[in-house]
């Protein structure tokens, strides 16, 4: 059942939507979509190291997402620049330095293009035991460190002041993201991970009346954007990751109408 | 038990400076199991960060804190609920902890709150917001309660009862309490030990005391102490206006 291209493509969807939902609604609370954006640029360089060191492609993003994030953190706390600028410096410069080392490169050849927009031809059977088992893990971390990391996402203080530690789990998140972006960027492509993230969320905010019901919307519109993506993506010859945001954003229309009646109950 | 074992936190000599900026400097405080003890001064004098610096949230602080405790319950002075999470009152309740539906009621009830228990925060007065935030940090029985400004924005009749209430939960418990509050009147009747604040310690003491007190009287005018006899007697040191302080 491997053997199809499609099947393959759709399975590994599916995990990535499994994933994306709850880490999306974390990215959606503490405003982080330009900080997702930042890690997905700098895919382009690990794509490009992976490469020209021969490694695996998942590995070498989360490798250098994750030093992106350190970079990040350390740049913020040692000068004086607001966080959108240190964001747009980091995302533009990483992209950049990634096309000028892909220039470099000239002896290899690989598509551009489906490592910006996603290429569900290019899934095997290694992106999948990736996909799922990274997943898996990113899964598990994920319900370790909910509470601290939901509390203070709430409120800092009160997170901290009695007794958890929200600077860990916040930390810890980081590289989650780092991790998500290596495992999702072969299904959706680096241009386009935040998206995944943040609009089966946004549509799952638009229906959600706690955080709780929000994951689940949130996991259930990815993967319906997932599905629908794939199949549209199969049919209509699309790339995969453009197919499927343009999924969830038709999920994100409808359920305005949602948000449309609920004002006119209470009205 | 002996009398350290009824000492909950500690500062000792702590100060912390911000953009060579002194917040705080020289703060001593203790505050012990079944005691209120109150921060009073005005404006920027520190309050907010001397609680803040007691429950650990200031990291490079001069002096030390000794904490006793780790179960602390806290209500901050400030505090916002983003739009973009939707969270129930019922969800907040257990943010930084397990509780059973029965401890949630109970706790919600004692605050007056209990009828807003599956209403989304968002939708919350400033006021009931208030109460919830209360309920919240009495909910775990902590050892510790930590409250800048409980009841601010809560409508007269129950401000008056809340305090009346927390005095109560400080008993009921027995937890000590630092509380940061603007209602001189309150302070001065339900409160153990008051400390008046102007980036150090002008004065501590009993209500009394401090209410006798001329720096007091500065900060918060005459009428301030009139509810209790005047006393007066000398203090050390004068504010200037560029906040320097002078020895006499």
Known sequence: MFDDFFIR??????????????LGCFVVWRRLSYFGDTLAHSALLGVTMALAFEINIAISI????????????????????????LLGLLAHSALAVGLVVIGFLSFIRFDVMGLLFGDILAVNVDD???????????????????????????????????????????????????????????????????????????????????????VIFSICGGLLSVIMGLFSSLQFNTPSGPSIIAAALLLFVISLFKIKQTIQLKN | ????????????????????????????????????????????????????????????????????????????????????????????????????????????????????????????????FQRVLLARAVSKKPDLLVLDEPVQGVDFTGEIALYKLIKEIADKLNCGILLISHDLHTVMTATDHVICLNGHVCCSGTPKDVAMNNEYKLLFGEQA???LSIYEHKHDHVHSNDGDIKKN
């Open chain 1, 9 to 22: 493509a759709l399975i590994a969807g599916i995990g990535v939507a499994f994933v994306t939902g709850p």
């Open chain 2, 225 to 227: 102490s009139q509810t």
């Open chain 2, 1 to 128: 038990m002996t009398i350290e074992n009824n000492v909950l936190v500690k500062l000792n000599e702590v100060g912390l400076k911000q953009r060579n900026k002194w917040l705080v400097k020289g703060v001593s405080l203790i505050v012990e199991r079944g005691k209120i003890v109150t921060l009073i001064g005005p404006n920027g004098s520190g309050k907010s960060t001397t609680a803040k610096i007691a429950i650990g949230l200031h990291k490079n602080i001069e002096g030390n804190v000794e904490k006793f405790t780790d179960k602390i319950g806290y209500v901050p002075q400030k505090i916002s609920i983003d739009w973009t999470l939707p969270l129930k009152v019922r969800d907040f309740m257990v943010l930084t902890d397990e509780l059973d539906e029965e401890k949630i009621n109970e706790a919600l009830k004692l605050t007056g709150a209990d009828h807003l228990k599956n209403q989304n925060l968002g939708n919350l007065s400033g006021g009931e």
């Open chain 1, 62 to 85: 989360f490798i250098i997402s994750s030093v992106i994030a350190i970079i990040l953190v350390k740049l913020e706390k040692n000068t004086n620049l607001p966080g959108d600028a």
């Open chain 1, 128 to 214: 999948l035991i990736i996909i799922w088992g990274g997943g898996a893990i990113i899964l598990i971390v994920l319900k370790i460190i909910w509470k601290p990391l939901f509390a203070s996402t709430v409120n800092y203080e009160l997170a901290e002041a009695e007794g958890l530690n929200p600077d860990r789990a916040k930390a810890i998140f980081t590289i989650l993201m780092a991790a998500i972006i290596a495992i999702s960027i072969k299904i959706v492509g680096l241009l386009l991970i935040t998206g995944m993230l943040i609009i089966p969320t946004a549509m799952a905010r638009n229906i959600s009346d706690t955080p709780k019901k929000m």
